[in-house]
């Protein structure tokens, strides 16, 4: 059912979130406590409570507002282009642009990837949607480009896949301001861009067969329609993805 939040109530809730992540980054994830982020927020426990029941609620908050400034930014970056790399390059590069002051907070949240029954763990079952969003947006940048169409289903699951490997990286990358990674974002584009152009050739149909019928069999490639459905969720309209 729906609940009506008062824009009191929304300000309120923001406030809480608001001094919560400052705190996480000051002192770390571990270290303050709901009570410490109550007083940050100028309220008392049990108000903040009434707005986030633990802490993991609000990283799962801070998971949302991430997923939805990322969508926001990549669909005004393919507005702006019809490079197919500009437009593969973008969610990566927006990604790392959004998270550059919490890689430490990242980094701390990064434990839970191994326990696949966490609600935090960035893999599990709790933040399934979170990656279908983020398929679909890959899934968005290939529009209009003709490409076989079983290599719509693994591309946006194949692009993912090197997103994340690409977070993980970013967290270990001391260069200044992670220039490494965005140059490892650039080169992996661009292997990227030019397999598409092999994946046409139909000598490769019966090896990508093989690809999605294993990762399908073991539950590591969602069904196209279940990346669509998540963009289209949450954007009013379905991805027009032109088959090829």
Same mark, same amino acid.
């Given at each position: 059912?729906?609940?009506?939040?008062?824009?009191? @109530?929304?300000?309120?809730?923001?406030?809480?979130?608001?001094?919560?992540? +400052?705190?996480?980054?000051?002192?770390?994830?571990?270290?303050?406590?709901?009570?410490?982020?109550?007083?940050?927020?100028?309220? =008392?426990? #049990?108000?903040?409570?009434?707005?986030?029941?633990?802490?993991?609620?609000?990283?799962?908050?801070?998971? /949302?507002? &991430?997923?939805?400034?990322?969508?926001? *930014? &990549? *669909?005004?970056?393919?507005?702006?282009?019809?490079?197919? *790399?500009?437009?593969? $390059?973008?969610?990566? !590069?927006?990604?790392?642009?959004?998270?550059?002051?919490?890689?430490?907070?990242?980094?701390?949240?990064?434990?839970? +990837? @191994?326990?696949?029954? !966490?609600?935090?763990?960035?893999?599990?079952?709790?933040?399934?949607?979170?990656?279908?969003?983020?398929?679909?947006?890959?899934?968005? =940048?290939? %529009? #209009?480009?003709?490409?076989?169409?079983?290599?719509?289903?693994?591309?946006?699951?194949?692009?993912?896949?090197? !997103?994340?490997?690409?977070?993980?990286?970013?967290?270990? /990358?001391?260069?200044?301001?992670?220039?490494?990674? $965005?140059?490892?974002?650039? @080169?992996?584009?661009?292997?990227?861009?030019?397999?598409?152009?092999?994946?046409?050739?139909? &000598?490769?149909?019966?090896?990508?067969?093989?690809?999605?019928?294993?990762?399908?069999?073991? #539950?590591?490639?969602?069904?196209? +329609?279940? &990346?669509?459905?998540?963009?289209? %969720?949450?954007? #009013?309209?379905?991805?027009?993805?032109?088959?090829?």
């Amino acid at each position: 059912m729906f609940k009506y939040v008062s824009p009191k @109530g929304e300000e309120t809730r923001s406030r809480i979130y608001e001094a919560a992540l +400052a705190l996480f980054r000051e002192r770390g994830f571990e270290s303050a406590t709901m009570r410490d982020i109550a007083a940050a927020a100028g309220m =008392s426990l #049990g108000a903040a409570y009434h707005y986030f029941p633990s802490k993991d609620s609000i990283v799962l908050a801070f998971y /949302d507002r &991430v997923t939805d400034e990322h969508e926001r *930014r &990549v *669909r005004e970056a393919f507005a702006g282009t019809k490079s197919l *790399r500009d437009r593969v $390059r973008a969610p990566f !590069h927006i990604k790392l642009d959004i998270l550059q002051a919490d890689r430490p907070l990242m980094g701390a949240l990064l434990r839970y +990837a @191994g326990e696949p029954d !966490h609600p935090l763990s960035f893999l599990g079952s709790a933040t399934r949607q979170m990656q279908l969003r983020s398929m679909a947006m890959f899934a968005e =940048s290939l %529009r #209009g480009v003709s490409v076989p169409e079983d290599m719509r289903v693994l591309a946006p699951v194949m692009l993912w896949a090197m !997103h994340m490997g690409i977070l993980l990286f970013f967290l270990y /990358d001391q260069s200044p301001r992670q220039q490494l990674t $965005r140059k490892l974002i650039d @080169g992996g584009v661009d292997l990227f861009v030019a397999s598409l152009k092999l994946a046409r050739l139909p &000598v490769f149909g019966g090896v990508r067969r093989k690809v999605i019928g294993l990762l399908t069999q073991v #539950g590591l490639i969602p069904t196209l +329609a279940a &990346v669509m459905a998540a963009g289209t %969720r949450q954007n #009013g309209a379905e991805l027009q993805l032109t088959t090829g």
